[in-house]
């Protein structure tokens, strides 16, 4: 007998501790019957519902093992036909095959399919589904609950998740430290987030406001009401889109996720590249004013800016040139160096969800190495670089002191 949360998974098992094999045919039995039973996506480390079709992580997966041998995970395709055959081969050999036991998975789809078992009969997928939990409970420590109680059930009371909520406000209204002084024009503040199971970008607050404290009001009620009431999996990034990023959720600013919600945002012009990336002074008769690409080298290499021309279609023509003739580069982008928010043709060796995440870091990471932008968070006028009304009269004053 097993006693199981449907939602988190088994709790305790008449034969003894979850890893004994009775047990784990129980487990297994359990997922095999669905969501209403078992939902063995809750942890993502057995089942990521999230990833997208088109994703190259989005595939069939075999669990095999030799009797009572080590489980091995072989990643197949998401082409059933492909995957079945790879699949089969696995156990040629006669008595002297590798593998006498095996079941297949999928990585976002619950189910079971080609149990191969030594049992036979109505028990026969028994040992099979049996093998996919050890795997799960050796290498991921899952279905390993210990006793019956609300936190081995992963159940969290009304108290825990508001206490939970309190702590997280409290964080939030302290991480304004500036002087709540007019300033001298209103600034759009943006909050991007990334969310970290479904691998999207998205923005949840985009405001004008004269005044950083009320800012910082608007974007941490945005953030709570949108990531911790219901406890998403985001990271999250303030910036003022005429100045600069200035608080990451992750860290310093070169944080990886942090450079993809920065380059996402200068990609969507939620963000206004700084002068050293785009100039909008320069005139359209000038030299200077042409697309340029900004190319990565291969494996994560040295990024470079190429100049390219001022039409747009002989612009990309050049860069698919650069592309194809070096064979150096597998990440890029084309921009201007005088308009905003002109990024183009975006090369990316990412698929499905993913697609593009290389590029928004390949941004970021250029603007921050190679021009020192956007490094430095702060959480004060200064910090956010907007300018007070009590600054500028400050600094008439001074002027008018000299005349």
């Known amino acids: 007998m097993l006693i199981n949360n449907a939602l988190t998974g088994p709790l305790w098992c008449s034969e003894g501790d979850l ?100 049992l036979t009969g109505n028990e026969k997928a028994l040992d099979s589904q049996a093998l996919y939990v050890k795997y799960m409970q050796k290498e991921h420590k899952l279905y390993s609950a210990k006793e019956i109680s609300e936190k081995a059930a992963r159940l969290n009371t009304t108290k825990e998740v508001n206490d939970n909520l309190e702590k997280q406000w409290k964080k939030l209204k302290e991480l304004f430290t500036g002087s709540g002084d007019q300033l001298f024009k209103r600034y759009k503040f943006v909050v991007v987030t990334y969310h970290k199971r479904a691998r999207q970008l998205s923005q949840i607050y985009m405001k004008d406001h004269q005044n950083l404290k009320k800012a910082f009001e608007g974007m941490t009620m945005a953030v709570q009401n949108k990531v911790n009431k219901p406890e998403q999996k985001m990271a999250y990034l303030f910036l003022a889109r005429e100045t600069v990023p200035f608080h990451c959720s992750e860290g310093k600013l070169d944080d990886k996720i942090c450079q993809r919600m920065i380059g996402y945002a200068i990609f969507k012009n939620w963000l206004y590249s700084d002068r050293k990336m785009v100039d909008r002074y320069i005139s359209s008769a000038s030299n200077k004013y042409h697309f340029v690409a900004y190319l990565r080298e291969k494996d994560g290499g040295k990024i470079v800016k190429e100049p390219l021309v001022k039409d747009q279609g002989k612009s990309k023509s050049r860069l698919d040139s650069i592309v194809s003739k070096f064979k150096k580069y597998d990440v890029g982008v084309m921009g201007h160096t005088a308009i905003m928010g002109k990024w183009l043709y975006p090369i990316s060796q990412l698929k499905g969800s993913r697609k593009n995440f290389d590029v928004y870091e390949l941004i970021a990471k250029y603007a921050q190495e190679e021009h020192s932008l956007y490094k430095d968070d702060g959480t004060d006028e200064k910090g956010v670089k907007v300018v007070t009304q009590k600054a500028i009269l400050a600094k008439q004053e001074k002027a008018l002191k000299k005349l």
């Open 19 to 118: 890893d004994k094999d009775e047990c784990r045919r129980l487990i297994g039995h359990c997922i095999k019957n669905g969501p209403g039973w078992l939902k063995a996506d809750f942890d993502r480390e057995a089942v990521d519902s999230y990833i997208p079709s088109g994703d190259e992580d989005y595939q069939y997966q075999a669990y095999v093992a030799k009797d009572d041998g080590d489980v091995k995970l072989v990643n197949l395709t998401n082409n059933w036909g492909y995957a079945a055959s790879t699949y089969n081969n696995l156990f040629k050999g006669g008595k002297d095959r590798e593998y006498n036991l095996g079941i297949i998975a999928h990585s976002a789809r619950q189910g079971f399919w080609h149990p191969k078992s030594l």
